[in-house]
């Protein structure tokens, strides 16, 4: 069985760039949420995708994106970038779409804006 | 809204010592609690959850509506523990999609 991969794990970008994340979900699971760790923050929920559709969204600009591929891999985008966009970014998969479901974590993308 | 308070940002204990990490929520709903964990270089993941009413590595949790509290217990903590220590809940209905947490208590045991 293969777990939440993240890429890349580190990225530095300058103000006003647009990022691209990726993430690979655990094998069989349909649900990928995307959450933003600020350093001395606990993970903050941005967006959800359910079977390719977004199911969720937190409180985050427009300018934060995403989208889940059929093989349920996702991506976040982030246009505009900001320096307080810098942080790590959490990808975590779930086998279905319950209150109880375990989520599982990547190892996260470590972003700087510069 | 939904909200995690930890009001530990840090805690540290002598190993053999009892040690209880603190988690209130708010939440007008039923809520499912979580306890996550993060060692040191590792990735986060779950410790343990309410519902299961289980005991994992030695932790126990007691989720108390009344007090809106849900605080992770250990009776002889353990040097392997040093940890960051997240407490996370999922709202039931419309909005069981996503995980809130709180800002997590990092655990030092000390030997």
């Known amino acids: 069985e293969t777990g939440v991969t993240q890429s890349p794990t580190h990225l530095i970008k300058t103000r006003g760039q647009q990022v691209t994340l990726r993430c690979s979900s655990q094998?069989?699971?349909?649900?990928v949420s995307w959450y933003q760790q600020a350093l001395g923050q606990g993970p903050q929920f941005i967006f959800q995708y359910y079977r390719e559709e977004e199911n969720g969204r937190g409180n985050f600009p427009p300018r934060f994106s995403g989208l889940q591929f059929p093989n349920y891999s996702s991506e976040l985008n982030v246009n505009a970038l900001e320096l307080d966009d810098s942080a790590l970014y959490l990808c975590a998969s779930s086998l279905e779409l319950r209150a109880t479901t375990e989520a599982f974590f990547g190892q996260g993308t470590r972003l700087t804006v510069v | 809204a939904q909200r995690v308070t930890q009001p530990e940002k840090l805690l540290s204990v002598f190993k053999g010592a009892p040690v209880e990490l603190k988690c209130n929520y708010s939440y007008s709903g039923s809520p499912e609690l979580f306890w996550y964990v993060q060692y040191s270089r590792q990735r986060l993941q779950l410790l343990l959850r309410h519902i299961s009413r289980e005991s994992i590595k030695g932790f126990t949790a007691d989720l108390n509506k009344g007090e809106t509290s849900f605080h992770l217990k250990k009776p002889f903590a353990q040097e392997e523990d040093s940890a960051m220590y997240y407490c996370?809940?999922?709202?039931?209905?419309?909005?069981?999609?996503?995980?809130?947490f709180g800002k997590g208590t990092l655990l030092t045991v000390n030997p």
């Open positions: 996370a809940l999922k709202g039931s209905g419309g909005s069981n999609y996503k995980l809130t």
């Open positions: 094998s069989g699971h349909n649900t």
